[in-house]
């Protein structure tokens, strides 16, 4: 029996940013209407209602805000740090299917769910799942070049001062994530990304989240961090971006036009910020469009089936 899932949003400040929010909630509502939480992360200094329970029943929505007063870099250390408050919130609060992790410049395009459900079961070694690297794109250049990259983590620890007790417990774990196989920059690409609620756990289980203050002074980015924990836990980054696949991320602008992500079967695209050749508004309409088509799809073959009881 389905648990649910759970969702992490980190909103950053501005109006754009709202209307992000909302537009990407309103595309996950459409798709995959299961979720019982939904977390925001909410950059702003401002008071912001990021509440949507109204449009949404059946899903609890909370909101992180003010987290550690500004300190560390905004979507490097601060951001990683909130991550694993958010994710102690959703441990306590579980268990779930699975955990999406979504940027607001992201959209869900199709169901994805149940695929993602049964490559969880398939995949017992998985502790991240989605876009491996910062593109789908297997016929870019780029692709798949951070194999050999030396991780940021890496990078950080090296460079930190000695004798600091944030840096020697990330530095413990690591260490046994390195043990575990952690090589180059393991990671799945952060615009959207999906944790099996048992790397949660089993972070929750060797104290991954009891002192996220560790990573404030860490220019690290949170999804790369995730990566080495899901090492850290026995666990591994996979990819799930091949064409059939959810997974379309691309780390800035789309990774192929929107009807052509729509041909290829990608349900979680990113990012609709930054394309050479599509304006965000035209992205966003596009793919609004279409789910509204499909809503009004579904509720006249409701009211066909009740007409003909």
């Known amino acids: 029996m389905s648990s649910g899932y759970a969702v992490i949003v980190p909103v950053g400040p501005g109006?754009?940013?709202?209307?992000?929010?909302?537009?990407?909630?309103?595309?996950?509502?459409t798709y995959e209407p299961g979720a019982r939480l939904c977390l925001a992360i909410d950059g702003s200094d401002d008071l912001r209602n990021l509440n949507l329970s109204g449009?949404?029943?059946?899903?609890?929505?909370?909101?992180?805000?003010?987290?550690?007063?500004?300190?560390g870099e905004a979507?490097?250390?601060?951001?990683?740090?909130?991550?694993l408050v958010a994710l102690r919130m959703v441990y306590e609060s579980g268990p779930f299917d699975?955990?999406?992790?979504?940027?607001?410049d992201a959209l869900v395009v199709e169901r994805f769910g149940d695929a993602v459900r049964a490559f969880i079961e398939q995949h017992p070694e998985a502790g991240m799942v989605g876009t491996l690297g910062c593109t789908c794109r297997r016929d870019a250049w780029y692709y798949g070049c951070e194999k050999t990259s030396t991780s940021?983590?890496?990078?950080?620890?090296?460079?930190?001062?000695?004798?600091?007790?944030a840096f020697d417990r990330i530095r413990a774990y690591a260490r046994v994530a390195v043990e575990n196989g952690y090589r180059g920059k393991e990671y799945c690409q952060g615009g959207a990304y999906v944790l099996p609620f048992r790397t949660?756990?089993?972070?929750?289980?060797?104290?991954?989240?009891?002192?996220p203050e560790d990573w404030l002074e860490m220019a690290v980015p949170e999804d790369v961090m995730i990566g080495m924990y899901a090492r850290t836990v026995g666990l591994r980054c996979l990819d799930f971006?091949?064409?059939?696949?959810?997974?379309g991320n691309h780390h800035r602008g789309l990774a192929y036009s929107p009807r052509e992500l729509v041909r290829r079967g990608h349900a979680l695209i990113h990012s609709t910020k930054g394309d050479e050749e599509y304006s965000e508004s035209a992205i966003r309409r596009?793919?609004?469009?279409r789910r509204r088509n499909r809503v009004s799809k579904e509720a006249s073959s409701a009211l066909s089936v009740i007409g003909s009881v």
């Open 286 to 289: 596009y793919f609004r469009t």
């Open 152 to 165: 940021d983590v890496v990078r950080q620890l090296d460079a930190a001062a000695p004798a600091n007790p």
């Open 200 to 211: 949660v756990t089993r972070m929750s289980d060797i104290g991954c989240f009891d002192s």
């Open 241 to 247: 971006s091949e064409r059939g696949q959810p997974f």
């Open 98 to 104: 699975f955990l999406v992790r979504l940027d607001t």
């Open 55 to 71: 449009d949404w029943p059946g899903c609890r929505f909370t909101t992180l805000h003010g987290l550690f007063q500004g300190r």
């Open 75 to 83: 979507l490097l250390g601060r951001l990683s740090a909130a991550m």
């Open 15 to 29: 109006d754009a940013e709202l209307r992000r929010y909302r537009d990407l909630i309103d595309s996950l509502r």
